[in-house]
Nanobody
Framework: QVQLVESGGGSVQPGGSLRLSCQASGSTVNPTLMGWYRQTPGKEREVVAVIYDNGMIVTSNPVTGRFTVSRDNAKNAVYLQMNDLKPEDTAVYYC?????????WGQGTQVTVSS
């Protein structure tokens, strides 16, 4: 059973930066995909950025050019560097991990962008 622990959320002013981290434990194979989703009240969870085991990255349009996803296979970790944050980036951010055909989610970390 894979468990994901997220860290790095918080409150920041517009234009600021945050870095989210997600550490996986219990993984037995190299995950097919690791990445980040986000969700706001009343809306569906949406992809932010994901990175495949072959290095391919998919980033959603609203964050392209501002957010960067990366992974460290040796540490079984995935990161999200968020720059130039905007109020509309406010959401709960969830780590996503796909391995051996199963999908796992972190508990979520709140990111609030407000002046």
């Amino acid at each position: 059973q894979v468990q994901l622990v997220e860290s790095g959320g918080g409150s920041v002013q517009p234009g600021g930066s945050l870095r989210l981290s997600c550490q996986a434990s219990g993984s037995t194979v190299n995950p097919t995909l690791m990445g980040w989703y986000r969700q706001t009240p009343g809306k569906e969870r949406e992809v932010v950025a994901v990175i495949y085991d072959n290095g391919m990255i998919v980033t959603s349009n609203p964050v392209t050019g501002r957010f960067t996803v990366s992974r460290d296979n040796a540490k079984n970790a995935v990161y999200l560097q968020m720059n130039d944050l905007k109020p509309e980036d406010t959401a709960v951010y969830y780590c996503n991990h796909v391995e051996a055909g199963r999908t796992y989610w972190g508990q979520g970390t709140q990111v609030t962008v407000s002046s």
